[in-house]
């Protein structure tokens, strides 16, 4: 037996209900006719319902069409989804359009995402922007990537600044970064901090396979002896 939501939907969806279209994509999907959901599906985002664009663009992209998804994840991501922001910014990061995917990333940092805003600023070091990877390795940094820290604290360290470096170093290293811990050792050792303290973050980088911390331990365990 038809559910009876059925025609009292598909009559305000025919009469131009964008949201009546949508629960009735929903419902068609769930009774397992997901042809004629996704019909009805393409015609709620077409008539601006962002939840419909960006579950369209969703299965666009599980489909392998991310040309075809992107339009619906914008339309989604500036109707305020942030989950469709953080999506639209790494197809556009990957496809190298980095101007582009700038506010996209940034909507989505201010969401707390981290990701996006690493892989921009991995792009713009590549590209040898380095203020602009230094602005977005910072963003995702505070977010939490330990990463994107010890990526910042590189930056600083080749302008000279070595107390801003030394600081991200840290934060990057009592993250568990491995080699944000031996960059942090290293930068110890030289201003002559407490050997113990180096030994420890040399521990953390070996531990981590950091080629070069396990040599640097056994010399700090020498001098320490």
Same mark, same amino acid.
């Given at each position: 037996?038809?559910? =009876?939501?059925?025609?009292?939907?598909?009559?305000?969806?025919?009469? *131009?209900?964008?949201?009546?279209?949508?629960?009735?994509?929903?419902?068609?999907?769930?009774? *397992?006719?997901?042809?004629?959901?996704?019909?009805?599906?393409?015609?709620?985002?077409?008539?601006?319902? =962002?939840?419909?664009?960006?579950?369209? *663009?969703?299965?666009?992209?599980?489909?392998?069409? =991310?040309?075809?998804?992107? +339009?619906?994840?914008?339309?989604?991501?500036?109707?305020?989804?942030?989950?469709?922001?953080?999506?639209?910014? @790494?197809?556009?990061?990957?496809?190298? &359009?980095?101007?582009?995917?700038? +506010?996209?990333?940034?909507?989505?940092?201010?969401?707390?995402?981290? =990701?996006?805003?690493?892989?921009?600023?991995?792009?713009?070091?590549?590209?040898?922007?380095?203020?602009?990877?230094?602005?977005?390795?910072?963003?995702?940094?505070?977010?939490?990537? +330990?990463?994107? /820290?010890?990526?910042?604290?590189?930056? @600083?360290?080749? &302008? *000279?600044?070595?107390?801003?470096?030394?600081?991200?170093?840290?934060?990057? /290293?009592?993250?568990?970064?491995?080699?944000?811990?031996?960059?942090?050792?290293?930068?110890?050792?030289?201003?002559?901090?407490?050997? &113990?303290?180096?030994?420890?973050?040399?521990?953390?980088?070996?531990?981590?396979?950091?080629?070069?911390?396990?040599?640097? @331990?056994?010399?700090?365990?020498?001098?320490?002896?």
């Amino acid at each position: 037996m038809a559910d =009876p939501d059925i025609p009292a939907l598909t009559r305000a969806a025919e009469q *131009g209900d964008g949201q009546a279209a949508y629960q009735l994509a929903l419902l068609l999907k769930a009774l *397992g006719q997901d042809q004629d959901g996704e019909q009805w599906l393409h015609r709620a985002a077409e008539r601006g319902v =962002p939840d419909a664009a960006y579950d369209l *663009g969703a299965l666009l992209l599980q489909r392998g069409q =991310p040309g075809d998804a992107e +339009p619906w994840l914008r339309r989604s991501a500036h109707a305020g989804n942030d989950v469709a922001a953080s999506i639209v910014g @790494m197809l556009l990061v990957m496809a190298g &359009r980095l101007t582009e995917a700038e +506010p996209f990333v940034d909507q989505a940092a201010r969401a707390g995402e981290a =990701p996006p805003a690493a892989e921009l600023g991995r792009r713009y070091g590549l590209a040898g922007s380095l203020r602009e990877a230094e602005t977005w390795y910072r963003k995702a940094a505070l977010l939490g990537d +330990p990463d994107a /820290a010890n990526k910042v604290g590189q930056l @600083m360290a080749d &302008r *000279g600044l070595r107390a801003e470096a030394e600081d991200w170093f840290r934060r990057s /290293a009592e993250a568990g970064h491995a080699e944000g811990a031996n960059n942090y050792a290293v930068l110890l050792y030289q201003r002559d901090a407490d050997l &113990r303290e180096v030994f420890r973050w040399f521990q953390v980088a070996a531990d981590g396979g950091v080629p070069d911390a396990a040599s640097n @331990m056994a010399r700090i365990r020498a001098a320490l002896e």
